[in-house]
Nanobody, 115 residues
């Protein structure tokens, strides 16, 4: 069974940058539509960004122009480059992979934006 493991979270000051990574086990990564979600304390999990198998991307309005999603199928990894971070970006970030009815989640990585 394929598994997804996030990394790259941490504590950063407002205006700073982080790059999240989500690495998949196995060689079928390329078939998945990949996404990043986040969940702040007391709030619902929200979609942040997605990237399709052909590289088309989507961003929620609140991160447009600041976040960039990308994928490297040779490394079975999806990235989320986060720039100009704001305190409201503080959340646990989850990697998501979808292929038809098959849905997978990573364990999450914490991002805290604070001075």
């Amino acid at each position: 069974q394929v598994q997804f493991v996030e990394s790259g979270g941490g504590l950063v000051q407002p205006g700073g940058s982080l790059r999240l990574s989500c690495a998949a086990s196995g060689s079928i990564f390329r078939i998945f539509v990949m996404g990043w979600y986040r969940q702040a304390p007391g709030k619902q999990r929200e979609l942040v960004s997605t990237i399709t198998t052909d590289g088309s991307t989507y961003y929620v309005d609140s991160v447009k122009g600041r976040f960039t999603i990308s994928r490297d199928n040779t490394k079975s990894t999806v990235y989320l480059q986060m720039n100009s971070l704001k305190p409201e970006d503080t959340a646990t970030y989850y990697c998501n992979a979808v292929h038809f009815s098959s849905v997978h989640w990573g364990q999450g990585t914490q991002v805290t934006v604070s001075s």
